[in-house]
């Protein structure tokens, strides 16, 4: 017989408080994500601007906060230039990184009224794959400058008459990606990222600065990169990006459902090196992890198929992933595992948010409706509040081919006063499982809301012809006496309780 599982919560053992930007999502110009996504003027919701207020209703349930933007791929041969002023004036141009057509109809303008209407944080990237410097600097005088120069005055004549003080900025996208536009080595990549940082900084000391790392754990270089990056760059800089993607592989679930693992080896691995490179420079600053691009993504599937070619199209489908039960399972834990990494993880952005592997799906002229992902996120951003909990688990094992013994359960809790959460997932494919969780430190007295994500179809999925197929249910039986909550969490299933 299993031994029961057992989660004890204790109010002392704060991992962090709980910061919005781990909330984060990303808005790239890849295809159908801005055009046909955010932005289709000729939409029945569409506003003035010609942005989808349906989808922009589903991003405020969402609760997504920080928003990064334009890239990604994309960004290493953008020009900022081309998205900015009369729209009939823009110019089309070539995006390498996707092959398609940008139209540049949306640009930051439009994207920083978009943030508004969605209530987000810009959180903006620079182009250091055809760039620099000198473009960088460009741009943050543009966006940021009051007024009184020639680029902050330029921005008032095209309609912004406040600055859009962007406070989190990118250093270019996954540079070490033989995939990239102007990729280069590490050495490289220090070097530049490290002028183009100390020169923002100049103009604004108070500027957040994310510098790339690795494109990925299975990197080559993953591990070393991030040492020189920030040997050279470490004065000047607050973050280290991260970027993990998961996906089931040949019908191996178990492995799948424990992706969790990986990304919590990702976490240390680059907390390990951030601070070797700490002390070796013996510095007093910590470097905090910006997680800004994680989700599921079928990336074999894509890469298989004929969905970038050279037929140059605007915004043609790609990468548009439909979720399944088991995949918002994953997703819900990944979300955990950020959480309870939340002293180091500072910041994250779901990418993407429409169309493109996002919780948000839209048709032209049509529908939007939500991804079975968008429940475990729009859910944790809802009741995650306060500080951060790490709870102490005692639960079964099962084996799995790629991670070895794997827990059958995993939690994380926060706390808000005399409110509380509980985010558990059950990874067990076929036993519902019976926890007992210890919350008499948290003072509760009432569950106030259960709910799970669970199907006996762990592959149903909500599709364009059946939106609904899959949704949060209530979770049955989840009972506090005594400060002891009794919870069944079914098989393959994420599930949220919050206690008053």
Not at 72 to 95: L, M
Not at 290 to 319: K, M
Not at 322 to 330: I, M, P
Not at 359 to 372: A, K, L, S
Request: charged share 25%.
């Amino acid at each position: 017989m299993e031994a029961p599982t057992t989660i004890r919560i204790d109010r002392s053992a704060v991992v962090a408080p709980v910061s919005p930007r781990i909330f984060g999502s990303f808005v790239e110009h890849l295809g159908r994500c801005v055009y046909d996504g955010i932005y289709e003027p000729g939409h029945p919701t569409a506003n003035e601007d010609g942005f989808r207020m349906d989808v922009v209703e589903l991003v405020r349930e969402l609760g997504s906060t920080t928003i990064r933007y334009p890239g990604g791929n994309f960004v290493s041969g953008y020009r900022w230039e081309d998205g900015v002023g009369p729209r009939d004036q823009r110019p089309v141009r070539r995006d390498l990184a996707w092959h398609s057509i940008e139209t540049n109809q949306v640009g930051l303008e439009e994207f920083a009224r978009w943030c508004k209407l969605t209530g987000s944080e810009l959180m903006m990237a620079v182009n250091l794959g055809t760039r620099g410097i000198e473009a960088a600097l460009d741009l943050l005088e543009y966006a940021n400058h009051p007024s009184g120069t020639a680029l902050s005055d330029q921005r008032i004549a095209n309609g912004a008459k406040e600055p859009y003080d962007i406070r989190m900025w990118c250093l270019g996208n996954e540079m070490d990606g033989p995939w990239q536009i102007g990729h280069m080595s590490a050495e490289d990549y220090g070097k530049i990222a490290a002028r183009t940082a100390s020169a923002m900084k100049t103009a604004d000391k108070d500027l957040e600065l994310v510098v790339c790392g690795s494109s990925g754990s299975s990197m080559p270089t993953f591990g070393e990169w991030e040492r020189v990056v920030l040997e050279q760059s470490y004065d000047y800089v607050d973050y280290i990006s991260c970027h993990a993607y998961y996906q089931e592989r040949n019908g191996d679930l178990g492995s799948y459902l424990a992706s969790s693992l990986d990304m919590q080896y990702f976490i240390e691995t680059v907390v390990a090196t951030a601070d070797h490179v700490k002390h070796k420079l013996k510095s007093k600053k910590t470097i905090k992890l910006s997680f800004d691009e994680w989700n599921i993504w079928y990336l074999e599937e894509h890469q298989a198929s004929d969905e970038v070619n050279d037929e140059w199209r605007v915004a043609p489908r790609q990468l548009e992933d439909t979720y399944s039960v088991a995949d918002a399972v994953v997703f819900g834990n990944l979300l955990i595992t950020l959480l309870k990494n939340h002293d180091r993880v500072a910041s994250a952005s779901l990418a993407q948010l429409v169309n493109v592997i996002a919780p948000i799906m839209t048709e032209p002229g049509g529908d939007t409706w939500r991804q079975t992902t968008f429940f475990p996120f729009s859910v944790t951003s809802r009741l995650a509040k306060g500080e951060v909990l790490r709870p102490q688990i005692d639960a079964g094992t099962y084996s799995t081919k790629v991670y070895g013994d794997a827990p059958l359960v995993d939690a994380v809790a926060t706390v808000d006063g005399g409110k509380s959460a509980l985010f558990l997932v059950n990874r067990s494919q076929t036993e519902t499982i019976d926890v007992s969780v210890d919350v008499k430190d948290l003072g509760a007295e009432v569950v106030t809301e259960a709910l799970t994500l669970h199907d006996e179809d762990v592959y149903a999925k909500n599709t364009r012809e059946d939106q609904f197929r899959v949704g949060l249910k209530q979770l049955p039986g989840a009972v506090l006496d005594d400060g002891v909550l009794t919870v069944s969490l079914p098989p393959v299933s994420w599930s949220a309780i919050a206690l008053g």
